[in-house]
């Protein structure tokens, strides 16, 4: 039986104020989860979500944002298009609305994305900025057959990579890339001997950012796809990123490294979390990552049993950005409520 609508939406919307974040999280990517079930139930789904953006929770909403955009359906643009708009409302959630019209990659969001070019907040810029440079690629005859390569190559890698993994991979914000010159292996350029080039791309602040996200992405398909040195080379240009001036660019590292849950990053995103001068949206990433890798850990090694005093540190100190707290207190809630064996409903999605 299917889980009931009415009751998903009573514990999303919180209309009674007692439900805890992780709950209305969960009641979140349930709705999400559903929405690719069922295509009748699409719209009334894309609506609940929609019809929560009075909340005081800038990070809820921005997972709403997310999780809209990753339904990847039109319907939703009207939701998102009113996010955007409201100038009062927090960066964060502005930018995630951004994201998510790239993500469903219609040219009818262009104008709306196009006007906000020239927003006062820059990650809500940048966020345009790649999301219309993302729906023209989309668009495009060049788009179109990169997408071909992609999907040829990811059947040559049906054993490694299975169809319902690749069928419920998130959106990226900007495709990875496809096409490397003089490649030895066609059927597999996210190998070492790529690296070099995805991280001087990456690296380079001259270049525009949706190039340079796609050379993050790249990185993160070879930490996914390479060896055991190709993971150690792309995981260090991943953290050598963190330095770079862009918020917005450190943000989608630190997202990056809680899709990935490598061990290798505990260190930078444990540094990033403890950084009072670091923007809140990229310490809220790096919380979430770090989230993820503990879930993730049989017993906790050194470093790692320091990041979780740091993420406990952070969830209670009043001082810190609600966003940096929430997703603390959310991270904390998420990994005690997946080790309860009492529970049956683990959080199974990336969140944004
Ligand atoms: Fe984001
Ligand atoms: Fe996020």
């Not at 490294?257 to 950084?275: I, N, Q, R, Y």
């Amino acid at each position: 039986m299917l889980p009931d609508l009415d009751g998903l939406e009573a514990c999303l919307h919180n209309k009674a104020g007692d439900v805890k974040l992780d709950a209305r999280f969960r009641a979140l990517f349930t709705l999400k989860g559903l929405a690719s079930l069922s295509e009748d139930r699409k719209e009334q789904i894309i609506d609940i979500i929609g019809g929560g953006f009075d909340d005081d929770s800038a990070l809820l909403k921005h997972e709403m944002a997310y999780v809209l955009g990753q339904i990847k359906d039109t319907y939703a643009l009207g939701h998102l298009r009113r996010v955007l708009a409201d100038e009062k409302e927090h960066a964060m959630v502005r930018h995630e609305a951004a994201e998510a019209m790239g993500a469903i990659s219609s040219t009818e969001a262009l104008p709306v994305l196009e006007k906000y070019l020239n927003d006062s907040d820059v990650s809500v810029r940048e966020t345009c900025d790649l999301a219309i440079k993302k729906i023209q690629l989309d668009n495009s005859p060049e788009g179109q057959k990169e997408q071909i390569l992609k999907e040829q190559r990811d059947k040559a890698h049906g054993d490694a990579i299975d169809a319902a993994a690749r069928a419920s991979a998130p959106i990226d914000p900007a495709p990875a890339i496809v096409d490397v010159k003089n490649a030895k292996d066609t059927d597999n350029v996210y190998s070492l001997e790529h690296v070099p080039e995805f991280r001087a791309t990456f690296l380079d602040p001259e270049l525009p950012l949706f190039d340079r996200y796609r050379a993050m992405f790249a990185l993160r398909n070879t930490v996914q796809q390479g060896d055991n040195d190709a993971q150690i080379a792309a995981v260090d240009a991943l953290v050598a990123g963190l330095k770079d001036q862009s918020a917005l660019f450190r943000h989608e590292i630190c997202f990056v490294f809680g899709e990935l849950c490598h061990p290798a990053s505990v260190a930078a995103m444990t540094k990033v979390l403890d950084d009072t001068n670091e923007h809140e949206m990229v310490r809220h990433e790096a919380a979430e990552a770090l989230g993820g890798v503990l879930e993730d850990a049989e017993n906790l090694e050194n470093s790692q049993s320091e990041a979780l005093r740091t993420l406990q540190r952070w969830a209670t100190d009043s001082e810190a950005p609600r966003v940096v707290r929430e997703s603390c207190v959310v991270a904390l809630d998420e990994m005690a409520y997946n080790n309860d064996p009492t529970q049956f409903q683990p959080m199974d999605s990336i969140v944004a």
